[in-house]
């Protein structure tokens, strides 16, 4: 019986590890990041092989599939939650203005945001357009000091998958 909760508790840690490796894994893939990416796969796929093996040497036993199942859910969330927390890469942000908002620039590059500032015109007339290239790590700051300084400006962010030259700042204290 105990040996048995063993195996069925083996089986779930190693599915929550190999599926959380590989959701950071496939992340790491779409961001170019290839040999990185290769390497956590190694180890995802060699513990996932361990995994698979342990339940199929004991197909009668419903705990150890129930087990697999519930690591896979858990390896997901987990997943997903370990790459929100690390934040990998970055994102390209634009933000349109219906007047200008030299106060919004400012505070942006003194909060250490590479920031361009190009007029257009928008529907309604001029407009001024604001880019930027920011790390995810960052993105909530920058988006704050927006919603805080320019509280009508219209804005989108994108994943940047690769970005070369221009300012992406350093991180600065809140």
């Known amino acids: 019986m105990f040996e048995g909760a063993l195996g069925a508790l083996l089986i779930f840690g190693m599915r929550l590890t190999d599926v959380s490796l590989g959701t950071i894994r496939m992340i790491l893939a779409f961001q170019g990041r290839s040999y990185v990416a290769a390497a956590i796969g190694f180890v995802e796929v060699t ?7 342990k339940v199929m040497s004991s197909l009668d036993n419903p705990v ?12 997901t969330i987990l997943g997903i939650a370990i790459e929100n927390r690390i934040a ?3 994102r390209f942000v634009r933000v349109i203005t219906h007047r200008l908002n030299d106060h ?5 590059r003194e909060a250490g945001f590479g920031v361009t500032r190009v007029d257009g015109e928008g529907m309604h007339g001029r407009v001024h357009i604001l880019f930027s290239v920011v790390r995810r790590k960052d993105l909530m700051r920058f988006v704050g000091l927006v919603r805080e300084l320019a509280p009508k400006a219209f804005y989108t ?4 998958r690769a970005s070369q030259g221009g300012f992406v700042g350093r991180r600065k204290a809140k």
């Open 104 to 108: 919004l620039v400012r505070a942006l």
């Open 88 to 90: 990998l890469g970055t």
């Open 64 to 75: 150890n599939v129930l087990a697999y199942s519930g690591g896979f859910a858990g390896g």
């Open 157 to 160: 962010v994108e994943d940047a």
């Open 47 to 53: 513990i996932f092989v361990l995994a698979i093996g």
